[in-house]
């Protein structure tokens, strides 16, 4: 599902005609699975369990949306570090709210804190708040939501509440927030639920389907009545938003897959592809020069960062390092640019992405566990396999030397 208004929030575009304005959406996958909350209903609890990393660069939001309350909750892929802290991005949003407040310090030691904004012209013109809260998810780890009431703040107040149930977990437990929605006076959010994954760089008109790491999620929802006996939800309505309509047909179905899962849904994205990540050889990682104005960039191969440094400098900081195996063959960073063999030499760079282009496809020669370990890059133009120059540049080189063995990114990211 696209929620415009709450990305154009993100993004930083305050107005349709500002979003217009900056150009043409990007496109990337989208699923969305929901089911309706009978009246008798007193509490919900929703569910979210990661079942892969795509990437601390990769712009995913799986989310939790409560129709009747006019807003969602939920959890993001991409690592964060500014003056709200490092983690993984927590989110709960209200639209027509008037006030928020923090929810658990990050004195508690559960994560690094809670924030919150109001804002008197939102997205879509009305009235919104939001409260965010940074904290490091696990790959396999279930996290239940639960948006109540906030009792000790009266009337109209409602918190979102995290807690991690994995079994054998540490049961960490916090609350993104309370946001204050003056003219909803019910003690439970009800009508439709829905949940969701959106690639958030659909915001950017140079990202394809293509570019985008590989996700997958499962999400459920659980309802109990005033006694707390459980109740029966209806069946999950499920569909798959693909703007990816204009790849080829062999590979056109592999960017969204949504599939009953026992009493949730599980939902993948980019299932062809892999986690956005390094591709790695004994001397460090390979590095793009991302490229400006429109000019082919040299590439380098230096030290690796360190999970460390990540989270001290966010996913975005070193969005040169990471790398996506797209479907096509091609090999991928944001924005649509492509690992490229340089035609008539032994350079690489980095370029626009071409469909169909020799020079910008790639073969992966050896492991085929899918952990990428051990592999050679055979370029589909001369045959010959990504390797090193000298002065630290990445080149092409005969297949049978010893600098052309790589670990590539797999299923789910790893440092």
């Not at 575009?13 to 500002?18: A, D, G, P």
């Not at 509440?161 to 204050?180: E, K, L, R, W």
């Not at 659980?222 to 204009?246: K, T, V, W």
């Not at 690992?339 to 992405?353: D, E, P």
Request: with cysteine; net charge neutral.
């Amino acid at each position: 599902m696209r929620n415009t208004s709450y990305w154009m929030l993100f993004l930083g575009f305050t107005s349709l005609s500002q979003m217009a304005a900056a150009g043409a959406v990007g496109q990337t996958p989208g699923m969305t699975s929901g089911t309706t909350l009978p009246t008798a209903a007193h509490r919900l609890d929703m569910f979210i369990t990661p079942g892969a990393d795509p990437g601390p660069a990769s712009n995913v939001f799986w989310s939790n949306q409560l129709d009747s309350l006019g807003g969602y909750t939920g959890m993001q892929t991409t690592e964060l570090s500014d003056a709200e802290g490092h983690g993984r991005q927590f989110l709960f949003s209200l639209w027509g709210a008037t006030d928020a407040r923090p929810g658990t310090p990050a004195s508690a030691g559960v994560g690094a804190g809670s924030y919150c904004t109001v804002s008197k012209t939102a997205t879509d013109g009305d009235k919104g708040a939001q409260c965010r809260y940074r904290y490091e998810w696990q790959v396999g780890h279930t996290y239940r939501f639960r948006v109540t009431p906030d009792e000790k703040l009266g009337k109209g107040w409602y918190k979102s509440n995290v807690t991690d149930v994995t079994p054998d977990g540490d049961g960490a437990s916090f609350d993104i927030g309370s946001i204050y929605k003056p003219a909803f006076p019910a003690d439970i959010p009800s009508g439709d639920i829905k949940q969701w994954v959106e690639y958030f760089d659909w915001g950017n008109p140079r990202t394809t389907c293509l570019s985008v790491a590989r996700s997958d999620v499962r999400m459920s929802a659980e309802a109990f009545d005033a006694q707390g006996r459980p109740i029966y939800l209806p069946a999950y309505a499920m569909s798959g938003q693909n703007s990816c309509q204009d790849q080829p047909m062999a590979i056109r179905p592999t960017f969204t897959r949504i599939a009953r899962d026992g009493s949730g849904v599980r939902m993948e994205g980019a299932t062809s592809q892999t986690a956005e990540g390094f591709i790695r050889s004994a001397g460090g990682c390979l590095i793009s020069s991302l490229p400006q104005g429109g000019v082919d960039q040299t590439v380098s191969i230096g030290a690796c960062p360190t999970k460390r440094m990540v989270e001290q400098k966010g996913g975005r900081y070193f969005s040169q390092y990471f790398w996506v195996l797209a479907a096509d063959g091609s090999i991928q960073q944001k924005s649509s640019q492509c690992l490229t063999a340089k035609t008539g030499s032994r350079a690489i760079v980095v370029s626009a992405c071409a469909p169909g282009q020799a020079a910008q496809r790639w073969r992966v020669a050896g492991s085929t566990d899918g952990d990428g370990q051990s592999v050679r890059l055979v370029s589909g133009l001369s045959g010959l396999c990504l390797g090193r120059e000298g002065s630290g540049l990445a080149g092409m080189s005969a297949c049978t030397d010893k600098d052309v063995l790589w670990t590539v990114p797999g299923k789910s990211f790893q440092y």
